[in-house]
């Protein structure tokens, strides 16, 4: 099945630090999705971007797709940033895995 | 709108016993996914259903199983319950095969 890889594992950042997070993918992707995870386990939507570049105050994200990649960027980053990123792809014509998730990159922000 | 809520949150139970989780989407969402979430595995989908149908189902045994109802509301049931059961069930919902939004999760520990 497809393989997706986030990196790094984790990262520590001093707050106002600038930061990028990688995910690959092995395969071909319908759609790609970036979640942030709180400390209480919700998964929170960032960005869905099959391809292209989007940009939401200090976050933006690119996924190129023919390359299989996706980058997060978190800009000037702030301790409410801490928690894990993860990033997800369904496949085209998926069969039983509509979201494959990768495992993720745990981020701590300190002031 | 109201976001995808869960219930219980936490949960308490011994080897042997099964469970019952309940997920409400948004409103207007007619598509259920749950996924599994564990240290030593990551999020591992579960099973999704659509319009009361199962329409897709990942690679857990048959303990684990859900149900739809008309109004889109959803539970999961896993019965026999084993102690590698212990974790964070989180269930999304979607208007299709499209961008997945995610309640918070239900906790579950298994004595």
């Known amino acids: 099945g497809i393989q997706v890889e986030q990196s790094p594992p984790d990262l520590i950042l001093q707050e106002g630090a600038n930061s990028t997070l990688r995910c690959n993918f092995s395969d071909s992707v319908n759609n790609l999705q970036w979640f942030h995870q709180n400390p209480w386990g919700q998964l929170i939507n960032l960005f869905y971007?099959?391809?292209g570049t989007k940009q939401n105050g200090r976050l933006s994200a690119t996924t190129v797709a023919t390359e299989r990649y996706s980058l997060l960027y978190i800009s000037s980053s702030q301790t409410t940033d801490s928690g894990v990123y993860f990033c997800?792809?369904?496949?085209?014509?998926?069969?039983?895995?509509?979201?494959?998730f990768g495992k993720g990159t745990r981020l701590s922000v300190i002031a | 709108k109201a976001g995808v809520t869960q219930t219980p949150r936490y949960l308490i139970k011994t080897r042997g016993q099964q469970v019952t989780l309940s997920c409400s989407p948004i409103s207007g969402h007619r598509s259920v996914s749950w996924y599994q979430q564990t240290p030593g595995q990551g999020l591992q989908f579960l099973f999704e259903?659509?319009?009361?149908?199962?329409?897709n189902k990942g690679n857990f045994p048959g303990r684990f199983s859900g149900r739809q109802f008309s109004n889109s509301r959803s539970e999961m049931n896993v019965s026999t319950l084993e102690l590698g059961d212990s974790a964070l069930y989180l269930c999304a919902s979607s208007l299709g095969q499209e961008k997945q939004f995610f309640g918070p999760g239900t906790r579950l520990t298994v004595l």
């Open positions: 259903y659509f319009s009361e149908t199962q329409r």
């Open positions: 971007i099959p391809s």
């Open positions: 997800a792809v369904d496949l085209p014509n998926s069969g039983n895995t509509p979201l494959v």
